[in-house]
């Protein structure tokens, strides 16, 4: 059998790491002097070990809530005898100064600090330590790290104060004392988001050999510094920087560059227009261009052939068939080609191998690739739109749509619109259609990047998109990996009193599916977490309004789950006035039998434990349960709910019962009619995970009406279901115990008769296993 889509197993090295991570104490560490984490004495790590720990740490940091971050985690790497780092990546406020200065004795060749806000000019100087060695340098979005924290000086002891780490950095206090002199091995230089105070020419000047350099969001106040690499220069961004002639003329003199990216966010604020003559120049100068991108751009008309012209033929990338006139000159298909957010993406002959744009599914996941990480205003934009395509269209290249929008949610799990735009699109690429292409693993992924946004965002359409989405997956398998926090999550948006209606109605459904056809230590655990005070508090506030919808149904069809054979959950509910609730309802609701049928289920379930029966064995609730023996609502349902409580209850023998009225034996009787007006070949909305419940009442003799009831729910579900409850009556003994209502001179004949066509059904089914009955398909409701 083929592998489905992403279903490609961890690697050894990616398994090892991530335990050890999670159990550093077990395996690479011991607890020191006052609790700091270090490292053991026989370790040596290589840089390939030390690298992947401190990569998949970040990781786990920013994905999995599960994941304890260690506070002195990168002590562990401040000795380079012991351990060795060459390439680390950081991203967000998680990073500290303190981290660097912990590292800074390391010979780094890469550092990539992305987004680190609380990083201060403390970190320029970790950052000078690693002079010697470093070739790659990343500081896109770490503008505080050039400023001082409450005006202290750059140098700085290790022995800081630790208030001082929680001190922002003072945005009016920049760090004036810092440049790049003796960083002789940089090559490639990411300063996006370098704040504009600073002159990238000063700061940049003592750097001789790049060959690659990111000024995103940079205010130049002057171009001609560029020309210092003319002949080495093969990469540079120069996204939503203010273009101008000069800067264009600037660029042109790099006539080494490979990679040119001059694109801006959007058209609307664009002031520079490109026009044919730039184009042409750029594609003329720049001959080995092999990746370009123009995005964002105003594009003047006279780029592109008559569409006539360009109607011939099929789509091709040969650029003497390029649709934009400048592109005809190009020796070769580019690479890369940049066009979101112009009109040119949407011309027949573009001469690029990978072209971003909106004009089909290729271009938007191609820009998904390109601007997650640097820029998510872009992906943001980018995710809408494949939204529309999964939604609307058909989506054809699922699995890398999937691992993009993924990758995104992680990326920027703090960024409100990538999670609004990627949970909204998730929801459409793993419904019904898609949902045979997508391997568990896969599946999976899309669970924690659902649930990462839950935790971090309480805003309404993110909850209502994430809680959309799990509606797609089978509940609870699919979601059991991540039980605890899920059913968490989902209480925690039923905390409000007042919260959104469609929200509710989602999540309280969501909640009803987790705890049907589950283990009872998983209802047990689920219960202690708040579930049935959550539910009887929303239950409680529709009564307020008079309102009896699916928030209130699928409220007490949750109970009537986490109730089944769990009889702390059941002594919960008593304790929070379930009770008074079951009969506010019933008054206010008396023809609402979808209601009935669920409150009398869970009351059947509270009436199975002994020892809370005595709290139903009031006149008031007697007289209540007596009463619905006479429902014909939901078919025979609420009456065989109601016979079933009292069943238990009549169990107990005449001695616990202590009242006049009603009278036991007048109960008794009402049963008896109600079970002989009953059709035995009624299909049921109910499910049956153990007979245990009812098997109990079979020999005694203490009730044979509570034995009648029992053998008649046998009955009834071998005759109407028997590939079903044939096999579970067999293998719970209960032929055993329908033997012995035959022999019991108290059995009423036809509880006797009854009896043995339960037994018969089950011999038939042993004989012919292949037995089927069209009542098989039905759509079973749930046994609290």
Not at 107 to 118: A, F, Q, R, V
Request: aromatic residues 8%; negative net charge; glycine residues 4%.
């Amino acid at each position: 059998m083929a592998a489905k889509a992403g279903d490609n197993p961890d690697s050894l090295m990616s398994l090892a790491t991530v335990f050890c991570l999670r159990n550093l104490k077990k395996t690479m560490c011991y607890q020191g002097f006052r609790n700091k984490l270090c490292l053991r004495s026989d370790i040596f790590l290589p840089s390939e070990i030390c690298d992947k720990l401190v990569n998949t740490y970040m990781e786990l940091v920013h994905t999995d809530s599960n994941f304890e971050p260690e506070e002195s985690f990168f002590q562990l790497f401040s000795d380079p005898r012991s351990t060795r780092l060459t390439r680390v990546q950081l991203r967000e406020d998680f990073v500290r100064d303190r981290d660097l200065e912990a590292i800074k004795k390391q010979d780094l060749i890469e550092l990539h600090l992305t987004y680190c806000n609380n990083l201060s000019s403390r970190s320029l100087k970790a950052l000078s330590c690693f002079r010697d060695t470093l070739v790659s340098l990343c500081l896109f979005g770490c503008s505080n790290i050039f400023y001082k924290k409450c005006g202290a000086p750059l140098a700085c002891n290790e022995d800081t104060d630790e208030d001082e780490e929680e001190t922002p950095a003072s945005r009016h206090a920049l760090e004036t004392d810092f440049n790049f002199q003796g960083f002789n091995r940089l090559r490639l230089l990411n300063l996006g988001g370098m704040p504009k105070e600073l002159d990238p020419e000063t700061l940049l000047k003592p750097l001789k050999s790049l060959t690659s350099l990111d000024l995103s969001n940079v205010q130049l106040l002057g171009t001609s510094f560029l020309t210092q690499w003319r002949d080495r220069l093969a990469s540079l961004v120069l996204y939503n920087v203010d273009l101008s002639e000069e800067l264009i003329s600037t660029v042109l003199e790099l006539v080494n560059l490979r990679h040119l990216d001059i694109s801006q966010e959007s058209r609307r604020i664009s002031k520079f227009k490109m026009t044919k003559k730039i184009l042409t120049a750029i594609v003329q100068r720049l001959v080995h261009l092999v990746s370009l991108d123009i995005s964002g751009h105003i594009m003047l008309d006279n780029c592109t052939v008559p569409h006539f012209e360009e109607a011939m033929g099929r789509p091709s990338i040969e650029p003497c068939k390029s649709s934009i006139y400048p592109f005809q000159e190009l020796k070769r298909p580019l690479q890369f080609l940049g066009l979101y957010d112009t009109t040119l993406c949407n011309v027949t002959h573009i001469p690029a191998y990978k072209v971003t744009g909106s004009k089909n599914e290729d271009q938007v996941l191609n820009a998904i690739e390109a601007y997650t990480e640097f820029r998510p205003e872009l992906a943001h934009r980018a995710i809408n739109q494949l939204f529309d395509i999964a939604r609307i269209q058909h989506c054809s290249q699922l699995l890398r749509a999937l691992q993009l929008v993924i990758a995104a949610l992680k990326c920027h799990k703090y960024d409100k619109s990538i999670q609004v735009t990627g949970s909204a699109a998730l929801f459409y690429l793993t419904n019904t259609e898609y949902r045979s292409d997508q391997s568990v693993r896969l599946r999976r992924e899309v669970i924690q990047v659902v649930l990462n946004g839950m935790e971090h965002y309480q805003e309404v359409t993110v909850q209502r998109n994430c809680c959309l989405t799990l509606c797609n997956f089978s509940i609870p398998e699919e979601l059991e990996f991540q039980y605890s926090r899920v059913n968490q999550l989902l209480l925690k948006i039923l905390e409000p009193a007042r919260q959104d209606e469609s929200i509710q109605r989602i999540a309280v459904h969501l909640c009803n599916a987790l705890v049907c056809q589950v283990d009872n230590h998983h209802k047990e655990a689920v219960g202690k977490m708040g579930f049935v005070r959550t539910m009887l508090n929303l239950i409680q506030k529709k009564l307020q309004d008079r309102m009896c919808d699916q928030v209130m149904e699928f409220s007490w069809s949750a109970l009537w789950n986490i109730t089944d054979e769990t009889p702390d959950n059941c002594q919960m509910f008593l304790n929070c006035r379930g009770m008074s609730l079951f009969l506010e309802c019933l008054q206010e609701f008396p023809d609402k039998q979808e209601l009935h049928r669920n409150m009398l289920g869970l009351l059947g379930n509270v009436a199975e434990v002994k020892a809370l029966r005595p709290q139903l064995l009031t006149p008031q609730f007697i007289t209540v349960f007596s009463s619905l023996l006479d429902s014909k609502a939901d078919g025979i349902e609420v009456s065989y709910n109601a016979c079933g409580v009292l069943s238990h209850i009549m169990f107990d023998g005449p001695e616990v019962w202590k009242m006049e009225e009603p009278r036991r034996d007048m109960v008794m009787e009402k049963m008896w009619e109600a079970i002989q007006s009953w059709d035995v070949s009624s299909r049921r909305n109910i499910n049956y995970r153990s007979f245990e419940p009812i098997l109990r009442l079979l020999p005694q003799s203490i009730s044979p009406v509570s034995q009648h009831w029992a053998t008649w729910a046998l009955y009834n579900l071998v005759s109407v279901y028997p590939s079903k409850y044939c096999p579970l009556l067999i293998k719970e003994g209960g032929m055993i115990l329908l033997e012995k209502v035959l022999e019991l001179e108290s059995s009423h004949p036809d509880t006797k008769d009854m009896a043995r066509k339960v037994m018969e059904h089950c011999e038939n089914f042993k004989e012919d296993p292949m037995e089927t009955n069209p009542g098989q398909d039905a759509n079973f409701g749930q046994r609290g």
